[in-house]
Structure formats: C-alpha cells, structure tokens
C-alpha cells in the first residue's frame, strides 16, 4: 500500500518523547497536536507499537473498539495502559479466565442485609477504556456479556439499563487462536470491532532497545517513573470527534469503499465477506486517519491504509484457502490490487 497509517506527523522532538514539544507554528490544530503528542508519550514506555497505537486513537476517534493480537509479551497490556494515562481516561483491566462470569464484567445485584433490599454493583466495565486482556480465553457466554456494553454503549442488569461513561471503547487483546485454551470469538462479536491490529514481535533494533530500557531499571508497572503524563483528554477528544465529522468524502471515494467491501464476497478465497458494517467502519476509520493526517477530505490512499486492520477479522476463509496457507491479508490485498482506484 502507498501509505502506512503509523506514520502520521509527529511534532519535532526526541523519537522516545523526551524533548519537550515546540510551540505549534501558525495555523497549527491544538486539539490535533495534543492527540499526535500522545504517540510521544506511549513511546517512553512502549517501544516500536506505533501502527497499534495510532489504531487505538482512530478507535477513539471514530467511537469504536480494538481488538489486539499477538503471542504473549509484546506489550499489549501495556500500550493500552500507558495510551489511557496519556489521554487522562480512568481505565479498568479484566483477566478473562475460564471461570470468569457475565456479572464480573458488566455488574451484578447485591443483597444489603441492613436494609433488605438489592443494589448494583457496577462491573469494571464502566470506565472509558475497558482492557479487555485475553478474551478469548474465556467461554463465549462471558464473551457475549460485552456486545450490549460494545454496539449500545449501556448495561442492562435485571431489566434496568444504565448507560457507560463517554468516552468508552473495548481494547481486548487476544492470543492467536492456534494457543491451547482459546476459545475463537464468535463471527457476531468479531463484527462489533472497529479494528483488529496485529502485534508482532519487535524487529533486532527495537528488541535491544527494550532491554537497554529493562536493564536501566525500567518498570512497566510505573508509568509515571517512565515519564508519562497526560497531554490530552476526554475534552481534546470531544473536539475531535467532531471535527472528523467534518471530514468530507466525496462520492467517487465512497463508491471505492464500497467496492472494496463487495469485492470480499465474491473472492474465492472467502466463505463470509465484509457486511454494510465494514463499509461503515472503513469509512469513518479512514476520515479519523485523514483528520490525523491534516487533511479536511478522505483520499483513496486513506482508505487503502484501513482496509486490512478494519477488514480483516470480519471476513471468513474457506478451509481449502487455509490449507494452501493463505490469510485474509493476503487476499484484502489482491483485492486492493484490483479494485480500480478514483482519480
């Protein structure tokens, strides 16, 4: 693809966010700036996550969810952590386990003997971020406690609703599906993510950086040691969120994301192709890319750098495809190749 969407401008300073920001030159978005600031601050704890960490601030952007995949140890807890303390949102972390319940997540009835009566206890699932950590380690039952909370945005325990703060987003992380013990997210809950990034291991460079950092006594488990604060906030995001609204989409890029999306179901690799939805999210996925990039308008360049990470877990192969060892990048990108492009 011409365009990577982990490369949008960050403002002059250290590349690990050590040097203090510049002023913004005439003309430049604060609201804009503070968001592009963020990616500094994960990288004083986070090292060579910058594609993941700009998915998770076009999720917030566009009012979506994240799925993060990747083997054990890449970072994953820990670029949601520090993404939350550089946006200043309350954040709240569920082990998914076996054994874990729907009412762990969302809330349950508790009996007071003093007054005879039930009250809600609210579940971690009321706050802004919710890190969701290895659920597909959990039984679908559980799993499916989050698709009100993820499309409605509220919670509804014994008949009575009670909406979620704003703003909230899903930031689950998931093991590849081969791992002993995994239990593979439904097709219905796969849907309801905006994006699904993957984490791969660090290249030779980053590794050694990771360890340099480890062996100088870096601690993951204290950010403000590392240096994070806050450089913007759920007000930054509320700005922003609309000024992407703004962003204009003219009809020739529209009909490219729709042609896109109905080339998935009739690709011979494919058994289920890209519902409406996955149209949806390519499209406001890729006005929260191009506001980061700048720009008013969407460009078909946007829409190719979001196709695979808000395509790919929404699309099923056929086993033969498997067997002859194709995924569904390979084939988001043969059509990307042939799809025709607007001018």
Known sequence: MSQQFDTYPVP???????????????????????????????????????AAVTGLIIALLAKGHVLLEGVPGVAKTLLVRTLSAALDLDTKRVQFTPDLMPGDVTGSLIYDGRSSEFSFREGPVFTNILLADEINRTPPKTQASLLEAMEERQVTVDGATRRLPEPFIVAATQ????????????????????????????????EIEVIRRHSSGFD?????AAGVR??????????????????SVAPEVLAYIVDIVRATRSAPSFQL????????????????????????????????????????????????????????DHVLGSIL??????R
């Open 230 to 247: 806050a450089v913007a906030s759920a007000r930054d995001l509320e700005l922003a969120r609309k000024a992407v609204s703004e962003v």
């Open 220 to 224: 993951p488990r204290d950010l403000a």
């Open 12 to 50: 002059p300073g250290a590349a690990d966010g050590t040097a203090p920001a510049p002023p913004l030159p005439p003309g430049e978005d604060p609201v804009r700036a503070a968001l592009t600031q963020v990616r500094q601050e994960v990288a004083k704890a986070v090292v060579g996550q910058d």
């Open 175 to 206: 093991n590849p599906v081969e791992y002993e013990g995994t239990y593979p997210l439904p097709e219905a809950q796969l849907d309801r993510f905006l994006l699904k990034m993957t984490l791969d291991l660090p290249g030779r460079d980053d």
């Open 337 to 342: 190749s042939t799809v025709p492009v607007p």
């Open 273 to 328: 192709g890209v519902s409406p939805r996955g149209a949806t999210a390519l499209l406001n996925t890729s006005r929260a890319w191009a506001w980061l990039s700048g720009r008013s308008f969407v460009t078909p360049d946007d829409v190719k750098a979001l196709t695979l990470p808000a395509l790919r877990h929404r699309v099923s192969l056929r086993p033969e495809a498997q067997m002859d060892g194709v995924n569904a």
